[in-house]
Each structure stands twice: as structure tokens, then as C-alpha cells.
């Protein structure tokens, strides 16, 4: 059996829609932005910079340039 819905619980539904939709904005925009920094990366090792280079420049290790190479 559905409870009855009220005001409030309809305010919540659409509340929950709302930062739904906005999750999955963001999610989009996070894989644009990951294929954009990956781009500028593989960029970078072609005009020589090697992954240790740029992992100094972004302060992380080299091995999460690695990471970010191979998502």
C-alpha cells in the first residue's frame, strides 16, 4: 500500500529530482573534463615533457599522471 502524499513528501520528490538532475550534470561534465586533462597530458608528452615533468608541475606523483593516462 502507497502512502498518502502530502505537501511535503511532494516537496521532497521534487527535491530529489532536482539534485538528481544536477548529479548527472556533473557527472557529464567530469568525464568532458577528464578526457580534456588527458588530451592536454598526452599533449604535453608530445612536445617532450615527460610524465615526471608534468606530475611536478600538478605537485602529485608520477604515478597518478600514469593513472590519468590510462582511464
Known sequence: MTPTRTEASNEKFRHLKE?????????VMAQRLHAERKDIVKDLIADGFSQAD????????????QKMLSL
Not at 19 to 27: D, G, I, N, S, Y
Open 19 to 27: 539534485v538528481r538532475a544536477q548529479a548527472l550534470e556533473h557527472h
Open 54 to 65: 608534468i606530475a611536478r608541475e600538478l605537485g602529485v606523483t608520477r604515478q597518478a599522471v
